[in-house]
């Protein structure tokens, strides 16, 4: 077993650094209700985020259900295997269960297709704690998003990195000397991981280490937001072009992120400079499309880099770096799209029709209909603020609709949870009781309504509001 896994933390106060964060969490864990939101641990790699989601668990006594990167994060799989733990108790008899989703900021393409509204359902319906783990925080949907609280994990000090990796030394039985285990802690740039895998590496077949060894430095790309950054600081253009080309991005990617940061250049002849050097560029990569060429993918990064590099240098960047407008548009397209689809499928099901008939031929009566008394329809329909937004356009008049709702819903649940605690102290004192008689029944009552005659009960159909 590699040293990484055979020293992960148990316990939270095992981790290592990221104090803050991890009183955070565990101030979260110990007064979690169902009104609580779920937290996201954001952070570089290897600063431990995994590690304390699983100490926190053992400490909390939780049974812990976890949807990793390696797992199909599609509706249907998110429902089947964290949406039935979300609403049942634990098998093993623990208190709660915690459920994981790591890789929260890589839900994307046909795989995970369905997997951010299905995270949102979850979110909303959960009767277990929640945690989501993300190295991007801003790569997370934001209808996640903003249902959460967000804890950071900051990179690890080169001074913490180091009495860790002294335990380990001393457990494996290694001698390594103060130099080589302060030249891995400062190599690992922050990564705990990354440092105990280096460690792992030198000490192979060794039983000493001494300063003479120098591991290799981590491998840690640029992303494109340090290529922000760069853009508007005091950057040569070579160090910025080797930015650019350490990037794990497309050109025609970066010059979206380049061109949606501009507000940093106020004048409008630097301003003008800019575009020019971002429209130049997107010609090249017009003609690499075409011709195939993707020589001139260079040629392209250089003009984008340097040009807009050469007017907002210096500048200093004093907002908040952010994604481009395309990709919010298309984002908010999508969201509205699965918001008409959930919206079909439940209207047309409750009223035995095709989707198509009803869109094409009941949307507006019903609307109509709806309109007049949302908060009948939508209980009936199970519509959410979004849904309901669909028929009677008003955003605030739906979102009040949804919160009388949320609160029936919750008054329902205090009621089952007070039934149930009442079944339960029956059951446990009912063996050393004496039997309540019952009360006689008085058969004059008739139980069942007399034919011909109204039901008592309000049988409110769709077309009565009309």
């Known amino acids: 077993m590699d040293w990484a896994e055979k020293y992960r933390p148990a316990h939270l106060d095992e981790v290592v650094g990221n104090s803050t964060a991890l009183r955070q969490m565990l101030e979260w864990a110990r007064t979690w209700s169902r009104d609580r939101k779920p937290l996201i641990l954001y952070g570089k790699p290897g600063t431990g985020k995994t590690s304390s989601a699983h100490a926190l668990a053992s400490d909390m006594?939780?049974?812990?259900?976890?949807?990793?990167?390696?797992?199909?994060?599609?509706?249907?799989?998110?429902?089947?295997?964290?949406?039935?733990?979300?609403?049942t108790a634990s098998l093993t008899g623990a208190q709660r269960k915690l459920i994981i989703i790591d890789e929260a900021d890589n839900l994307h393409g046909t795989a995970d297709r369905g997997g951010a509204r299905a995270i949102v359902d979850l979110i909303r319906g959960s009767r277990q704690p929640i945690l989501l783990i993300a190295n991007d925080l801003y790569a997370i949907p934001g209808e996640i998003r903003s249902r959460c609280e967000g804890v950071q994990f900051k990179a690890l000090q080169a001074?913490?990195?180091?009495?860790?990796?002294?335990?380990?030394?001393?457990?494996?039985?290694v001698s390594c000397s103060e130099q080589a285990l302060q030249r891995i802690s400062e190599a690992a740039r922050g990564d705990m991981?990354?440092?105990?895998?280096?460690?792992?590496?030198?000490?192979?077949?060794?039983?000493?280490?001494?300063?003479?060894?120098?591991?290799?430095?981590?491998?840690?790309?640029?992303?494109?937001?340090?290529?922000?950054?760069?853009?508007?600081?005091?950057?040569?253009?070579?160090?910025?072009?080797g930015i650019a080309y350490e990037v794990d991005e497309t050109p025609d990617t970066l010059i979206q992120w380049i061109e949606s940061n501009l507000s940093g250049i106020g004048e409008i002849d630097d301003l003008d400079a800019a575009y020019s050097s971002l429209s130049r560029a997107d010609e090249y990569l017009g003609y690499t499309y075409r011709q195939q060429y993707h020589t001139l993918w260079r040629y392209a990064t250089a003009l984008m880099v340097l040009g807009v590099g050469r007017v907002a240098g210096g500048r200093g960047l004093h907002a908040r770096i952010s994604a481009p407008e395309r990709w919010r548009r298309m984002s908010s397209y999508q969201k509205q799209k699965a918001v008409r689809l959930s919206m079909l499928r439940k209207v047309s099901s409750a009223l035995h029709m095709p989707q198509r008939t009803f869109l094409e031929t009941y949307m507006s009566p019903v609307a109509m209909v709806i309109d007049r008394d949302p908060l009948t329809y939508a209980r009936e329909f199970l519509l959410d603020t979004d849904e309901l937004d669909l028929f009677i356009h008003d955003r605030g008049r739906a979102a009040?609709?949804?919160?009388?709702?949320?609160?029936?819903?919750?008054?329902?649940?205090?009621?089952?949870?007070?039934?149930?605690?009442?079944?339960?102290?029956?059951?446990?004192?009912?063996?050393?009781?004496?039997?309540?008689?019952?009360?006689?029944?008085?058969?004059?009552?008739?139980?069942?309504?007399?034919?011909?005659?109204?039901?008592?009960?309000?049988?409110?159909?769709?077309?009565?509001?009309?």
Do not use: H
């Not at 034919?451 to 009960?457: E, H, I, L």
């Open 159 to 173: 001074r913490s990195i180091a009495p860790r990796l002294r335990y380990i030394c001393a457990a494996e039985k």
């Open 61 to 87: 006594g939780w049974e812990v259900i976890e949807l990793n990167a390696s797992d199909q994060r599609t509706k249907s799989a998110i429902e089947r295997v964290a949406g039935s733990g979300s609403t």
């Open 400 to 466: 009040s609709v949804a919160r009388t709702l949320a609160a029936e819903e919750k008054e329902r649940e205090i009621k089952r949870e007070k039934e149930s605690s009442a079944r339960k102290r029956r059951d446990e004192g009912g063996s050393g009781r004496q039997k309540e008689i019952p009360l006689k029944r008085d058969d004059t009552t008739p139980s069942v309504d007399t034919p011909g005659k109204a039901s008592q009960k309000d049988q409110k159909t769709l077309f009565e509001g009309f």
């Open 193 to 241: 991981r990354a440092a105990v895998n280096m460690l792992y590496a030198s000490a192979a077949g060794k039983e000493k280490l001494n300063e003479e060894i120098l591991p290799s430095r981590k491998d840690e790309r640029s992303s494109v937001f340090d290529l922000v950054i760069a853009l508007y600081g005091r950057t040569p253009a070579d160090s910025l072009l």
